[in-house]
Antibody, heavy 116, light 105 residues
Framework: EVQLVESGGGLVQPGGSLRLSCAAS????????MNWVRQAPGKGLEWVSY????????YYADSVKGRFTISRDNAKNSLYLQMNSLRDEDTAVYYC?????????WGQGTLVTVSS | IQLTQSPSSLSASVGDRVTITCRAS??????LAWYQQKPGKAPKLLIY???TLQSGVPSRFSGSGSGTDFTLTISSLQPEDFATYYC????????FGQGTRLEIK
């Protein structure tokens, strides 16, 4: 069974930093690209960042480019999102997701609240 | 690639047939998926490759389209179908439509 478990969310002040983690199991993590997707309270789904299986290709949404860094450790079956210079509008549930043409697996999400 | 869903909200009754549309800003072949999301839960994949039903999803759900225009149809609404629906394209990375909230009339 595929499992994706996010952690690291919490309350942070504007301008602060947070590092999210996602622990993957139930599939060969090193073979698949991964994504972070977020959902602000009462809003829709917003793709945040993509990383290929080997980390050779990385994309970011314009809204987080220059502030967030995605990375992975295939030996630890883990995905990360380093979030710096956080803003109020970054408040959201952050999901780790494996999204392919025929498969889509999501974690339960971790809540990040940016507030003073 | 931008995805535009319509309508943004919809009121319907149990037993109704409903259709949600999704238009892509450029052609995406059949790389289109549909999700259902209920409050406090992660999105659930319903349909992938525009028209292929995910295992375990009831047959009252169907999808069609290719290129830029796609539809999700629920043939006979059930109480558990009232939720928010999203389309998603997968060109290189995924992007989502803005969502359609399906409410009970």
């Amino acid at each position: 069974e595929v499992q994706l478990v996010e952690s690291g969310g919490g309350l942070v002040q504007p301008g602060g930093s947070l590092r999210l983690s996602c622990a993957a199991s139930g599939f060969t993590f090193s073979s698949y690209s991964m994504n972070w997707v977020r959902q602000a309270p009462g809003k829709g789904l917003e793709w945040v960042s993509y990383i290929s299986s080997s980390s050779s290709t990385i994309y970011y949404a314009d809204s987080v480019k220059g502030r967030f860094t995605i990375s992975r450790d295939n030996a630890k079956n883990s995905l990360y999102l380093q979030m710096n210079s956080l803003r109020d509008e970054d408040t959201a549930v952050y999901y780790c997701a494996r999204v392919l043409t025929t498969v889509s697996d999501w974690g339960q999400g971790t809540l990040v609240t940016v507030s003073s | 690639i931008q995805l535009t869903q319509s309508p943004s909200s919809l009121s319907a009754s149990v037993g109704d047939r409903v259709t949600i549309t999704c238009r892509a800003s450029q052609g995406i072949s059949s790389y289109l998926a549909w999700y259902q999301q209920k409050p406090g839960k992660a999105p659930k994949l319903l349909i992938y490759a525009a028209s292929t039903l995910q295992s375990g999803v009831p047959s009252r759900f169907s999808g069609s389209g290719s290129g830029t225009d796609f539809t999700l149809t629920i043939s006979s609404l059930q109480p558990e179908d009232f939720a928010t629906y999203y389309c998603q394209q997968l060109n290189s990375y995924p992007t989502f439509g803005q969502g359609t909230r399906l409410e009970i009339k």
